[in-house]
């Protein structure tokens, strides 16, 4: 299986910046989706983005077009989210997670990091 860990996540002023890092270990990610994925206290789980492992090709939610970029460096095994202009909010879990590209859901996920956007 493939064990992912998050990192990155903590306090940040509206407007600035964070970047969160996802290692990937145990089973290759070759052939993979990998995506962020959001939970706000009392919501559901939602994506943020998602990318394929082999060619690169990323997809956005809306709302954080323009202002999040997803990527991954293969050497180090790391995806990484890189989150621009950040907007205040209530404290939030971002979750990386993995599927195969042939599976609809997501099988492996990360522990979660948290992310508060303070006015």
């Known amino acids: 299986q493939v064990q992912l860990v998050e990192s990155g996540g903590g306090l940040v002023q509206a407007g600035g910046s964070l970047r969160l890092s996802c290692v990937a270990s145990g089973r290759s990610v070759s052939n993979h989706v990998m995506g962020w994925f959001r939970q706000a206290p009392g919501k559901e789980r939602e994506v943020v983005a998602r990318i394929r492992w082999n060619s690169g090709r990323t997809d956005y939610a809306d709302y954080v077009k323009r202002r999040f970029t997803i990527s991954r460096d293969s050497a180090k095994l790391t995806m990484y989210m890189q989150m621009n202009s950040l907007k205040p909010e209530a404290p939030a879990v971002y979750y990386c997670?993995?599927?195969?590209?042939?599976?609809?859901?997501?099988?492996?996920w990360g522990q979660g990091t948290q992310v508060t956007v303070s006015t």
């Open positions: 997670a993995a599927r195969h590209v042939y599976n609809s859901q997501y099988d492996y």
